[in-house]
Structure formats: structure tokens, C-alpha cells
């Protein structure tokens, strides 16, 4: 039997503001297709430019990149990167 293992600090971030579940939306500027890493697997996800989705941290981390959802993955991103389209 393994032991439990403490929560992983970005799985805690994700599901602190599931509650009143409000990640602001916002779109991944430019077209075409673009690779973007995903934290918890450490690979690259392809992402379609143009896409919906939600920003989930409020602030960038230390290399201005937000953590955002798109579908059932989660991926880092840069600030500069998403734009701000607000709430459908």
C-alpha cells in the first residue's frame, strides 16, 4: 500500500477558485498553430491560435506566463500571447 502523497501545489491552485468557478475568458491571440508547455505532463500541447480559453491564475509566474484551461488540459502561457475578450 503506497502512502498519501501531499497535494501537488499547481493541482491545488487549480481547484482553489472552483467554487465560484469565475476564470475570466480570454483568447490565444494570432492564427495558425502554436505549442505551448503543459505543466503537469512537462510536454507541448498544440493549441490552434484563435481559441477560447480561461485564464486560470491572476497574475503571470516569474516568466510571464498565466496557466489557462482549454478543454480538459491545462497549458502555460504567455501574457502577451492572450487578449481579453470578457465573459460570453
Known amino acids: 500500500m503506497s502512502k498519501p502523497t501531499k497535494a501537488d501545489p499547481l493541482i491545488e491552485k487549480l481547484f482553489e477558485n472552483k467554487a465560484n468557478n469565475a476564470y475570466p475568458t480570454v483568447v490565444v491571440s494570432g ?23 480561461q485564464r486560470v491564475t491572476k497574475a503571470p509566474d516569474e516568466r510571464g506566463r498565466h496557466l ?3 478543454g480538459a488540459i491545462y497549458i502555460m502561457i504567455p501574457d502577451e500571447e492572450l487578449f481579453s475578450i470578457g465573459d460570453n
Open 31 to 53: 492564427s495558425g498553430d502554436a505549442w505551448f508547455l503543459n505543466p503537469k505532463t512537462k510536454t507541448m500541447e498544440r493549441i490552434f491560435r484563435g481559441s477560447v480559453v
Open 68 to 70: 489557462v484551461k482549454l
